[in-house]
T-cell receptor, first 115, second 111 residues
């Protein structure tokens, strides 16, 4: 159990367009979902924390108007990168957590390339 | 900042036990330690977590010192597929469950 699906796994788009990434917990209900970004040869950086039905909490330095997060249900969260530019190119990873001290379970990531 | 310290890299012979240490000297009494690994271009894979007692599952064993200031992840019989970056994590702030990833340990299993 504890499978997290992320879609798409890979996307290329032109500068200025918006891109939506979906994160689904397939076999459990997630109290909280998290979004991370990872640049080449670096570790994961937490972008935001999302609880179902409430506004996301963003980490310092992350623009909330650029990275829109929606957590509409206990099994789905979406990240929309608005007006994407080449510097937004990165590996975006989501995770989901049931409740309490249960571990986060991660999706396989979305590789975003902005031309 | 990450609350854990790990060696940047380790090598292990295939078939031998891999022992990966982690220092988390500032851990508080109710914080768990979580271990994950990341194979290139994939999301992190959960391995094991613990609070005080040693834990074992089908993937690994976790040994936590009595003072809880450090722990060791043990892969009993390492295989080439265990080559990955291993992360030891203590949630950033008690109760928020947010993970701050450090640089981890890059384990290379050698044939």
């Amino acid at each position: 159990g504890a499978v997290v699906s992320q879609h798409p796994s890979w996307v290329i788009c032109k500068s200025g367009t918006s891109v939506k990434i979906e994160c689904r917990s397939l076999d459990f209900q997630a109290t909280t979902m998290f979004w991370y970004r990872q640049f080449p040869k670096q570790s994961l950086m937490l972008m935001a924390t999302s609880n179902e039905g409430s506004k996301a909490t963003y980490e310092q330095g992350v623009e909330k108007d650029k990275f829109l997060i929606n957590h509409a249900s206990l099994t789905l969260s979406t990240l929309t990168v608005t007006s994407a530019h080449p510097e937004d190119s990165s590996f975006y990873i989501c995770s989901a957590r049931r409740q309490g001290d249960q571990p986060q379970h991660f999706g396989d990531g979305t590789r975003l390339s902005i031309l | 900042d990450a609350k854990t310290t790990q060696p940047p890299s380790m090598d292990c012979a295939e078939g031998r036990a891999a022992n990966l240490p982690c220092n988390h000297s500032t851990i508080s009494g109710n914080e768990y330690v979580y271990w994950y690994r990341q194979i290139h271009s994939q999301g992190p894979q959960y391995i094991i977590h613990g609070l005080k007692n040693n834990e074992t599952n089908e993937m690994a064993s976790l040994i936590i010192t009595e003072d809880r200031k450090s722990s060791t992840l043990i892969l009993p019989h390492a295989t080439l597929r265990d080559t990955a970056v291993y992360y030891c994590i203590v949630p950033k702030i008690s109760g928020t469950y947010k993970y701050i990833f450090g640089t981890g340990t890059r384990l290379k299993v050698l044939a």
